[in-house]
């Protein structure tokens, strides 16, 4: 009979230990979100050349140096380049489903610069990223939308209704949201010091120097979108 309590005693202990163990567990998961995390996070940047890296060695585009500036900052992530030049916000949105069946834990979505050098009607413009920002909130994952710049070129009416596409479709969807991608370069009075100093020689694309000062500006709004993501 001792033999037998002592079976069921010992049977019991370890039940209980094994019970304490995945208390522990759970309450160290509940204190530090993504400890038990086994594979990095993966963030696809969702763009055109600005994403792409057009022009500049494969190491030396956005993607890698924010990656890189991540990894700088303690984040275990992996970025995907999504970016395909020349694409407007309609490619984006033709490109959404089969983007989002690699199943990323987040999305940077930078889009619209081609639409606005095409003068493509904001409504239209509006309604693709709309469409996309749909789709990862059906799938839920978080985005963070970053704008771009948009000139007089086509008339005061133009320029306003798609400088306010960005904060409303971030504010309508709970998106983070970046307002200019090129802010950290334009941003400053001289112009022309700025494209001689960070832009390639066509003064639409970013040089390498141009890229790492974009990475510093927005890597703080993506390190969010990771936290929104964890």
């Known amino acids: 009979m001792r033999g037998l309590l002592g079976r069921l005693s010992g049977a019991y202990g370890a039940r209980a230990a094994i019970r304490n163990l995945g208390l522990a567990v759970a309450l160290a998961a509940l204190a530090f979100p993504g400890a038990g995390r086994a ?3 993966t963030v696809t940047a969702l763009g055109d050349s600005l994403t792409q890296g057009y022009g500049l ?9 924010l990656e890189r500036w991540l990894a700088g900052q303690g984040a275990d992530v992996r970025l995907v380049n999504a970016g395909v030049s020349g694409d407007t916000t309609q490619g984006g949105l033709s490109r959404i ?10 999305l940077i979505v930078a ?3 081609n639409d ?3 003068g493509i009607d904001p409504a239209t413009a509006r309604a693709n990223l709309d469409g996309i920002l749909t789709r990862a909130r059906a799938e839920g994952v978080p985005v963070l939308l970053v704008g771009i710049a948009v000139p007089g070129n086509y008339g005061p009416e133009y320029q306003s209704a798609f400088r306010a596409i960005y904060p409303e479709l ?3 969807h709970g998106a983070l949201l970046y307002p200019d991608f090129l802010a950290a370069l334009t941003s400053g009075g001289d112009r022309q010091q700025a ?3 960070w832009f390639q020689p066509d003064g639409l694309h970013p040089n390498a120097e141009g890229v790492a ?6 890597g703080p709004s993506v390190l969010k979108l990771l936290d929104a993501a964890g």
């Open 213 to 218: 000062r974009i990475v510093e500006a927005i």
């Open 97 to 106: 489903d089969w983007t989002l069946a690699d199943y990323p834990d987040a």
């Open 116 to 118: 606005i050098l095409r």
């Open 39 to 41: 594979e990095p996070l």
């Open 170 to 172: 971030a504010a309508a």
């Open 195 to 197: 494209l001689r100093d």
């Open 111 to 113: 889009l619209g610069g």
């Open 57 to 65: 060695p494969p190491g030396d585009g956005f993607v890698p140096q």
